[in-house]
């Protein structure tokens, strides 16, 4: 006779409900099976508020340590400002409680350090970072055409990433923090190879935008195993936003096809709609990621996605991105040594 074991409830908080992290509790509350949104935390308490009223019964914290202490709450979804990740991912490895953080996992390299030294110190995973394009159908069907061997050695990853518009002055600092890691992650993924050395430039696309601004940035990353990688990162594009990622191999190409488009004809013209944001493209993403998330933690296996040593290195890559954009041509990337609880 088949015997089902009950699997436990996972109750998560959510800290930030902003765009980003509303979009997550309401995910959860709606689509995870074996999740419940326990309380939500922001800043702006109203728009927590908000959040709570979409996911059943959801408290609202007025602290985010204190939701991240508290015993209804399993685990902990960060989607705050990104320069509150690794603090907030401190807190929750001390509290020895699950956390999936938004990217970037820390917005210096410093900070990316102590958190890994944190969960190594601890002996066990306890950290997942949201580089959800590991989830997106097109992404992972990339992934299987260059392991399935038919293609040959994948050689080269070529990104294209474009936002509608960013907040006016932004500097290549912020866009390659922001922005860019999910480039970074994508190519290291995709290709299997880690990045050594990188090379950036970058410019403002309008003469009216703030003297600092270079939201226009070409990154080329020459990695292990002889591969290297490319990406376009534009963030005022106006039309909308998207993201592709192409490999070319040594017999063939495979390329991240848009599938979910209705052809429309009208005023003249043939073509598709482009979405303003990210969260309608990558929303069958972001919800794979919860599955797969809560799956681990009721006993499912392990986290398929991103781990902190993938957050760390992202962190170590946009360094080096920084660096070249500000001056300096060629710039190395220098990992320390991965940890056994890494490999
Ligand atoms: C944003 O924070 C995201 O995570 C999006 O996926 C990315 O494409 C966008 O550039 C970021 O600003």
Known sequence: METKVATKTISVGVIGTGGMGTRHAVNLHRFICGARVAGVY????SR???????CGEALVFDDPLKLIQDDSVDAVLIASPDDTHANLTLACLETRKPVLCEKPLATTVEDAVKVLEAEDALGY????????????PQ???VKNAALSGELGRPLLWKGVHRNASVAFGITGATILTNSAGHDFDSARWLLGEEVQEVYVRGLRSRPELHEVTRD??????FMSNNCMATAEVYVNAEYGYEVSAELVCQRGTVFTEQADKALVRSKSHRGYFVQSDWLTPFQDAYVAELVDWIESLQGGGPFHGATTWDGYVTMMVTAACIQSLNG???VPVKLIEKPALYE
């Open 125 to 136: 995973k306890l950290v997942s970072v949201g580089f959800m394009r590991r989830f997106d």
């Open 216 to 221: 226009l940035l070409l990154i080329e990353m």
């Open 48 to 54: 927590a508020a908000q959040a709570a009223a979409q």
């Open 328 to 330: 300096s041509a060629l």
């Open 139 to 141: 992404h992972v069907a």
């Open 42 to 45: 922001d800043l702006d308490q």
